[in-house]
């Protein structure tokens, strides 16, 4: 399960994508595996094809990622407090470029690695071709 949001913060300098999955921050005996290698992988997509800042990926224990039994990831797109993140966030191109990284993120959980392609650079159609 993947969510996508937009944050909000008192700073106007707060900017970028981050990623959430299920698991504590120190301690890492808890994480879900899954969880936390997908959103990894939706990050690294995301930042790739946006050029928006890297606020990485985080472990949380929030409820929200704990209601289901299967690994989640919460996506948080940007900050509608900062003006360069909301332009972002107002461009069709950026946002389909989020959807298709999140797409291409969830591919890649599921390919071997060495047919893995270079991160940014797998699309829609070649999803499709290999489906």
Not at 10 to 24: C, E, M, R, Y
Request: charge should be negative; glycine fraction near 6%.
């Amino acid at each position: 399960v993947v969510t996508v949001t937009a944050d909000v913060n008192k700073s106007k300098d707060a900017n970028g994508i981050a990623t959430f999955f299920f698991g504590h921050e120190t301690h890492s005996d808890i994480n879900s595996p899954t969880g936390a290698r997908l959103a990894e992988l939706i990050q690294s997509e995301l930042t790739a094809r946006t050029g928006m800042k890297d606020c990485r990926t985080h472990a949380r224990t929030w409820s929200s990622l704990t209601r289901l039994r299967t690994p989640k990831v919460h996506v948080v797109s940007g900050y509608l407090t900062n003006m360069q993140d909301l332009e972002n966030l107002e461009d069709p191109n950026v946002r389909d470029a989020i959807a298709d990284g999140i797409a291409a993120g969830l591919q890649r959980l599921y390919v071997r690695e060495d047919s893995d392609p270079d991160t940014g650079t797998l699309s829609l159609a070649e999803i499709k071709a290999y489906s």
